[in-house]
């Protein structure tokens, strides 16, 4: 029999459920960057805990949507509008970001309101 992974004890699932969120901060100087350190969070611990893998896809699933938000606010600086967009985009990310990262610290399961469930 293949050995079964060791599971984590709560406190440790919300530690890393919470870092599986908060990881996209350090990365947000690069687009890609934000979306790196979720998914190896993720991909690393998912097997481990069910809160992980939760709290591990949404992270990763908020992190793309912004990333895809910030490339046509990005587009969309030909027109002016983009400038104003980014910002609002710069915004709405850092504070869903902190939040979700609280509630997984709490043991709670978070949903951002805004993200694209690219990963189920």
């Known amino acids: 029999m293949p050995p079964t992974p060791a599971s984590f004890s709560e406190a440790d699932a919300r530690l890393w459920a919470m870092l599986a969120h908060l990881s996209a901060l350090p990365g947000s100087f ?31 699933n908020f992190q793309i949507t912004i990333a895809i938000a910030t490339g046509i606010s990005i587009l969309l600086m030909f027109v002016l509008i983009g400038f104003v967009l980014i910002w609002a985009v710069g915004i709405v990310w850092l504070v869903f970001t902190i939040i979700a990262g609280i509630k997984a610290n709490n043991g709670e399961y978070y949903r951002y309101p805004i993200a694209i469930r690219f990963i189920k």
């Open 30 to 60: 690069f687009v890609v960057g934000s979306v790196v350190a979720p998914l190896v969070i993720w991909q690393i611990q998912k097997d481990k805990s069910a809160f992980v893998d939760y709290h591990g896809k949404e992270a990763l």
